[in-house]
């Protein structure tokens, strides 16, 4: 496996495969590599000649009083993954290569930042869009995978694409879990092994409202979401962002539950915030 750390080699990289009409698949993410993200990059192995991952904890997607100091950095273990994963490149660049001295372009998607997590990560949305758009000029994928556990983040990803007519087909990848639902992040490592007990009552929650609207028990989203607070309020050193029922394409609440429908949370365990989210079809 290729380690490439400046823009220009990249470019030149993957300029050549282009010339050569190899395709890439590109998985970009911020390292602490867990199952899933090693799913995503099988997927682009499968299905691409050339695989790049990226790692890069973007400064720009932390707000001020968010995790980006203490956000787990394990390269050497990432990279071992990476090798036995048959990824061709790694591509981690330093922040001062992404955003050099005077830097100010930013990549806004505000209709689909304005419910969900939007809200409660001001900033958060413009700054993955603006990496990422920043990422495929460099990286020039043909298809690029992300997960479905970020949902919001991948519909702003898919109208940015579109808005920005960017050639690179976005591939969305469904969320790993661990053995008992709760859904493999990078944060995971902070909590403490009580907090991780707590943990799986966000998954518990979303599981419990899919089975209430599958079997339209519960068609009313303010009576569904009381409800599942219901279990979310049991977590002792819980604190709940937000749990809502909103349209899987515009992200806006829904007034009557229809179908498709994602419901969708996030939750704070002590100092941990984790998101989840189930799609109901
Ligand atoms: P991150 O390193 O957290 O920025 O994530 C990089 C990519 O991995 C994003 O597209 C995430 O949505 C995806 N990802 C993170 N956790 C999971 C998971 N549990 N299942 C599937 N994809 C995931």
């Known amino acids: ?28 993410t911020m390292g ?17 000649d050339i ?3 990226s790692i890069f904890v973007n400064p720009l997607q932390f707000g001020p009083k968010e995790d980006y100091k203490r956000y787990p950095r394990r390269f050497a273990q990432d990279e071992a993954l990476l090798v036995k994963d048959h990824v061709d490149v790694l591509f981690a660049p330093g922040a001062d290569a992404i955003y050099p001295q005077g830097y100010t372009t930013v990549v806004d998607v505000p209709a689909l930042t304005r419910t969900l997590c939007g809200p409660f990560r001001r900033g958060h949305f413009q700054g993955v869009a603006t990496v990422v758009a920043k990422l495929f000029e460099i990286v020039q994928p043909t298809r690029a995978y992300f997960g479905e556990k970020d949902y919001q983040q991948i519909r702003v990803i898919a109208r940015m694409i579109d808005d920005l007519a960017m050639p690179v087909r976005l591939v969305a990848c469904s969320t790993v879990r661990e053995k008992d639902g709760l859904a493999c992040s990078s944060r995971n490592r902070y909590l403490s092994r009580k907090e991780r007990e707590e943990a799986i009552k966000l998954y518990q929650a979303l599981y419990l409202g899919r089975e209430l609207i599958d079997q339209k028990i519960m068609l009313n989203p303010q009576k569904l979401v009381r409800r599942l607070m219901d279990v979310l309020k049991t977590i002792p050193h819980g604190r709940v962002d937000y749990l ?12 009557r539950i229809h179908r498709p429908a994602l419901l969708a949370g996030a939750i704070w365990i002590g100092k941990t915030r984790l998101i989840d989210n189930v799609i109901i079809p």
Do not use: C, W
């Open 51 to 53: 695989v790049v991952v």
């Open 244 to 255: 809502s029922v909103v349209d899987p394409v515009t992200l806006e609440p829904m007034k």
């Open 32 to 48: 602490a590599l867990h199952e899933g993200h090693r799913s995503l990059v099988r997927r682009a192995r499968d299905e691409n």
């Open 1 to 28: 496996m290729k380690i490439i750390r400046s823009i220009q080699d990249m470019q030149s990289y993957t300029m050549r495969l282009q010339m050569q009409g190899q395709s890439i698949g590109f998985v970009p």
